[in-house]
């Protein structure tokens, strides 16, 4: 291999445009899905303190997001649904007028083009907080939440979700959806798994958007702990057969090798969540004066989709989609 003075690695980086001939990653809008709170209510805009810019949202103030979205060319969303009221069973998560099916018809009234993904679990509909149903003992009941997650999808579904997103890491619970898509004549809802998803630090604030955080305890018994990159690779591998058609890991940026991983290993696309946490940093880092925040968010989702991940759920989305359009 030659060597300095015969090569000279400055020589492609001499210019923008030469930079951008030979960029080995590219960044695009349609890599983005953009994460929103949905409440009950009406004019509510209740922006969520420790993520700045992002608000719990009643319908009527859905819409004018629901556009900006559109204008911006991000091609899809992800729901969570604050329930008008809580109980043990998470009941409001597959009632046909919950607020997430109400959600789902809205936008598909208004945008039908957009992707709309609903996420699939119990703890912001549950009074405990869990994100499954609990047993005697006041553990959660693998087996019995199974049944409530595949009647919650259906029910989303049929108000017209484009994309079903379990995310309760509960054993089988792939395998409980699909089927019950399957018999409920969904059989073309696709399903994004959340497949890899660590009991992790970084879903603080998050929980305080959805106000979904336990009563007691923690979620360590069903999320994955964050030392184990092998076991990702079974849940993914079980995902998959169980039906999954997008496999997800989360949180995304202390686990880009487990994404560059799931990369390399599986055929189906990957999706990473750049959760609310590594939003959270950058956004107060910034407020500081100690980072750019244009600079930083771009380079972290570049990092993303350069370990392998082909859809990137985010916060920053839609500044993303603003400041890749002006780079364009």
């Given at each position: 291999?030659?060597?300095?003075?015969?090569?000279?690695?400055?020589?492609?980086?001499?210019?923008?445009?030469?930079?951008?001939?030979?960029?080995?990653?590219?960044?695009?809008?349609?890599?983005?899905?953009?994460?929103?709170?949905?409440?009950?209510?009406?004019n509510v805009q209740a922006e969520i303190p420790p993520m700045p810019g992002i608000c719990q949202l009643s319908l009527d103030r859905l819409l004018p997001e629901i556009g900006s979205v559109v204008d911006l060319g991000i091609p899809a969303v992800l729901l969570f649904g604050i329930p008008s009221?809580?109980?043990?069973?998470?009941?409001?998560?597959?009632?046909?007028?919950?607020?997430?099916?109400?959600?789902?018809?809205?936008?598909?009234?208004?945008?039908?083009e957009v992707i709309v993904v609903t996420d699939v679990c119990?703890?912001?509909?549950?009074?405990?907080?869990?994100?499954?149903?609990l047993s005697d003992g006041g553990s959660v009941d693998n087996d019995a939440t199974l049944e409530v997650l595949a009647n919650a999808a259906v029910s989303q579904a049929e108000a017209g979700a484009d994309v079903i997103a379990p995310s309760a890491m509960m054993d089988g619970q792939v395998h409980a959806i699909r089927s019950a898509l399957?018999?409920?004549?969904?059989?073309?809802?696709?399903?994004?798994?959340?497949?890899?998803?660590?009991?992790s630090g970084f879903y603080g604030p998050f929980r305080v958007a959805a106000e979904s955080a336990p009563r007691f305890g923690d979620r360590a018994s069903y999320q994955m702990d964050p030392p184990n990159a092998r076991e990702a690779m079974r849940e993914i591998?079980?995902?998959?057969?169980?039906?999954?058609?997008?496999?997800?890991?989360?949180?995304?940026?202390?686990?880009?090798?487990?994404?560059?991983?799931?990369?390399?290993?599986?055929?189906?696309?990957?999706?990473?969540?750049?959760?609310?946490?590594?939003?959270?940093?950058?956004?107060?880092?910034?407020?500081?004066?100690?980072?750019?925040?244009?600079?930083?968010?771009?380079?972290?989702?570049?990092?993303?989709?350069?370990?392998?991940?082909?859809?990137?759920?985010?916060?920053?989305?839609?500044?993303a989609a603003q400041w890749l359009d002006a780079r364009s």
């Open positions: 291999m030659s060597s300095f003075p015969t090569t000279r690695m400055r020589r492609l980086r001499a210019s923008p445009a030469l930079r951008r001939m030979v960029v080995e990653t590219r960044l695009s809008v349609d890599d983005l899905i953009y994460p929103l709170f949905v409440t009950h209510g009406r009221s809580k109980d043990p069973q998470g009941s409001e998560a597959y009632e046909p007028n919950g607020i997430v099916q109400e959600a789902i018809r809205v936008i598909k009234q208004a945008a039908p119990l703890c912001e509909y549950t009074d405990h907080g869990h994100c499954g149903i399957d018999a409920g004549g969904f059989g073309g809802a696709p399903i994004m798994a959340y497949s890899a998803k660590y009991s591998a079980q995902d998959i057969e169980e039906g999954a058609d997008v496999v997800m890991v989360k949180p995304a940026l202390a686990y880009l090798d487990v994404i560059a991983r799931a990369k390399r290993r599986f055929s189906v696309p990957v999706a990473a969540y750049n959760v609310s946490g590594e939003y959270a940093m950058v956004k107060a880092a910034a407020q500081n004066g100690w980072l750019d925040a244009r600079r930083v968010t771009l380079e972290a989702l570049t990092a993303i989709k350069r370990a392998g991940a082909d859809l990137i759920i985010s916060y920053h989305a839609k500044e």
